[in-house]
């Protein structure tokens, strides 16, 4: 946040980068708004919330662990990314930690 100028409008900390073949498909771009800012930080704080919240969880808790992370990195990516497809996939992929979680 230190470097971040909150009187641009545009993104920032931009960055792009193919993987597998070079098409708008697989390119991987994304950058930081003063929205996706704020999103970053509240899930960045809900979440160690979320795992002190869980710490009556002694059955399987390295898997409540790797869900609750995953689901961090998904929603931190889907934040981040500025393509719409890589945004679905990751927005939707929150979902199969979740799904695991519930049926714990």
Known sequence: MGNFDFGEITYQFQFCFNFLLPSAISEFSGGVDGFALCLILLTAIIMPICIYAGG?????????????????????????????????????????????????
Do not use: D, H, R
Request: hydrophobic share 65%; proline share 2%.
């Open 56 to 104: 009556n969880v002694t059955k399987n808790m390295n898997e409540f662990l790797a869900c609750v992370l995953l689901i961090e990195l998904f929603l931190i990516i889907s934040f981040v990314t500025t393509n719409m497809f890589i945004f679905f996939i990751f927005f939707e992929s929150v979902l199969i930690p979740m799904f695991i979680m519930i049926g714990y």
